[in-house]
């Protein structure tokens, strides 16, 4: 019987049906039985989808992709270490498991930096932005480790930033609109370093990175396509960009709590 650990190996050969028939078939066996690495190839099979149906028509300036690439983690680029022999028990398997998501982490934010039909046709200020912000929420996703400080209580979350910004970020509850905070990070999003706060949506993660901004208070502006959902508005001086892979009707809900709620 084959074991999820082996499964997840080969889900991106099999996506790319790379794989012999027979590893084919007895993966193929296992994913009958394992909802849980079908929704990891089915998330495999969405990406690569998004890649395919947008990369040829909206390649991303060099500026950007050379910033995602400087925005990534170092060890990424280096090889992979050499697998470990299956029989030798789980020994390994997480860093395994961590390097595997690290590569898919440089895939996923490249094929998202690359898919730039996210907010703007044309590469506007807003649209490189935005196309950063997907970027950044997938690789967090991925990495996992996408909550740095985890705590529901925004008198937690709020003093944890100190000394990790160059500004103090308002950290709102929005639990009595029923979005729960789950705690926050810090990443790195046009060139500097960036507060993004993480709320629950029913089983969906929301992100909401904050920073401050010279623009002028702007309404919300939501936007959804590839699965995931942006809005981007401007109050009090901080520039927010929500994303999820919620329902757009939820995110939307969101942005309206937060506004209401925000100083
Ligand atoms: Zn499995």
Redesign the pocket.
């Known amino acids: 019987m084959m074991e999820?650990d082996e499964?997840r190996d080969l889900l991106d050969a099999y996506a790319d049906n790379a794989l012999e028939l027979a590893e084919a078939a007895r993966l193929n066996r296992?994913l009958q039985g394992?909802a849980?690495?079908r929704a990891e190839l089915d998330a495999i099979r969405g990406l690569g989808h998004a890649l395919r149906a947008q990369a040829p028509y909206h390649r991303a300036p060099d500026a950007l992709r050379q910033r995602v690439r400087a925005a990534l983690p170092q060890v990424a680029a280096a090889p992979l270490p050499a697998r470990p022999a299956r029989r030798g028990g789980r020994a390994g398997g997480w860093a395994v498991q961590a390097w595997a998501n690290l590569g898919m982490a440089v895939v996923a934010a490249c094929a998202l930096a690359l898919a730039a039909g996210l907010w703007l046709q044309r590469p506007t200020a807003q649209g490189l932005l935005a196309q950063q912000i997907v970027a950044s929420h997938v690789r967090a996703l991925l990495s996992g480790r996408p909550v740095d400080v985890i705590s529901t209580d925004e008198h937690t979350v709020k003093p944890w930033f100190n000394g990790r910004l160059d500004y103090a970020p308002p950290v709102v509850d929005l639990a009595p609109q029923g979005f729960a905070l789950l705690g926050g990070r810090v990443d790195y999003v046009d060139a500097r370093r960036v507060a993004v706060l993480i709320y629950r949506a029913g089983g969906h993660p929301i992100d909401l990175y904050l920073f401050p901004t010279t623009d002028a208070a702007a309404a919300p502006q939501t936007r959804s396509d590839d699965g995931y959902a942006l809005a981007t508005w401007v109050a009090g001086g901080m520039r927010y960009w929500a994303i999820t892979d919620a329902e757009p009707a939820v995110l939307k809900r969101f942005v309206r709590g937060s506004t209401a709620a925000s100083p």
């Open positions: 999820c499964a296992h394992c849980a690495c």
